[in-house]
């Protein structure tokens, strides 16, 4: 069984910047493909960012050259670092592997984006 715990998120102004971080557990995480996701109330789950266990990384069009996904396989976490925060930005932010594991969804991250 494999948990994911978010953290990081926050209130910030538009123009700001956050870094979330999503701790796994288990020894396997370094074979992992990752992704973090996002939720608003009424809307269905979306997907942000990902990085493939070899590195490469892929991003929503909306995100991209805005926020920044990486990871740390030493301590078995994946980061998003996401700066020019725009309102619709905020959501509560997710990680999950890719392909998702619907039990493996942790309690995720409150991000507000508000002036």
């Known amino acids: 069984q494999v948990q994911f715990v978010e953290s990081g998120g926050g209130s910030v102004q538009p123009g700001g910047s956050l870094r979330l971080s999503c701790a796994a557990s288990?020894?396997?995480?370094?074979?992992?493909?990752m992704g973090w996701y996002r939720q608003v109330p009424g809307k269905q789950r979306e997907f942000v960012a990902s990085?493939?266990?070899?590195?490469?990384?892929f991003y929503l069009t909306s995100v991209e050259g805005r926020f920044t996904i990486s990871r740390d396989n030493a301590k078995n976490t994946v980061y998003l670092q996401m700066n020019s925060l725009k309102p619709e930005d905020a959501a509560v932010y997710y990680c999950?592997?890719?392909?998702?594991?619907?039990?493996?969804w942790g309690q995720g991250t409150q991000v507000t984006v508000s002036s």
């Open positions: 999950n592997k890719i392909p998702v594991i619907g039990q493996y």
């Open positions: 288990g020894s396997a995480f370094s074979t992992y493909n």
């Open positions: 990085i493939r266990s070899g590195g490469s990384t």
